[in-house]
């Protein structure tokens, strides 16, 4: 477990979404993802940060595109929106080993589809949105919720592990409770068994081994 360091105070109206909260260590063991890439990818290590690290992180692995390529994603996309999280927009898509950007129409140009992964590129396919299986958004289109599973596969529906800036400030919890996995690894690591815990929290052991197995724990048994 990381060891956690001082942070400056939350500000006054300040976005929970953006303020800092996670250590990289953190990240990436909540993420299933390495530490080294992680910190390639965080800029602030707040909610959004994470959000944006996972997507790439996401498109990398399951869709098959390179590092580089997924740097020239990101910066296509900031200059198409000249937003620092371009990737959380709802607009993003991924389709095949393409990764496109469905701008509405405007007083001034038609609704297009924008390939971010060649060179910006128009492309007017029907698109897929894998990653939105892996997310939850509020009414406003805000983003809420990742699922990060690190076992994930298409198809694959499973949620068993949450991060929620609202709850127990952004811990990876069990999903649809209040109980931080890292509690779930410590009492395993020490020895209890796996239908002991899953009693005292009234889940089913299932519940407990895929939130152990998201850690990288194969011992979930």
């Known amino acids: 477990m990381s060891q956690r360091i001082e942070r400056e105070p939350r500000r006054a109206n300040q976005n929970l979404l953006e303020y800092p909260t996670y250590t990289i260590p953190e990240a990436a063991l909540y993420l299933g ?61 991924v389709f095949f080993k393409h990764v496109l950007m469905d701008k509405p129409a405007t007083r001034k140009w038609r609704r297009h589809v924008v390939d971010l992964s060649q060179n910006r590129q128009l492309v007017m ?64 690591k020490s020895g209890e068994q796996i239908r002991d815990i899953a009693r005292d929290y009234g889940l089913k052991q299932e519940t407990i081994k895929q939130a152990l197995r998201h850690l990288g724990l194969r011992k979930a048994a």
């Open 33 to 93: 993802m390495p530490k080294r890439t992680l910190q390639s990818w965080v800029y602030d290590k707040s909610f959004k940060d994470l959000a944006q690290a996972y997507f790439i992180e996401f498109i990398c692995k399951h869709i098959g595109i390179s590092g580089r390529m997924a740097r020239e994603v990101l910066k296509n996309a900031q200059l198409e929106t000249k937003s620092r999280y371009p990737l959380l927009h709802q607009d993003i898509r």
């Open 125 to 188: 396919e029907e698109v897929v949105d894998l990653f939105a299986s892996r997310i939850r958004r509020n009414a406003k289109g805000e983003l809420e919720q990742i699922y990060p599973w690190r076992l994930w596969k298409e198809g694959d529906k499973r949620r068993p592990v949450t991060i929620d800036p609202r709850i127990m400030s952004g811990r990876l919890v069990i999903t649809g409770t209040r109980i931080p996995v890292q509690t779930i690894a410590l009492r395993k």
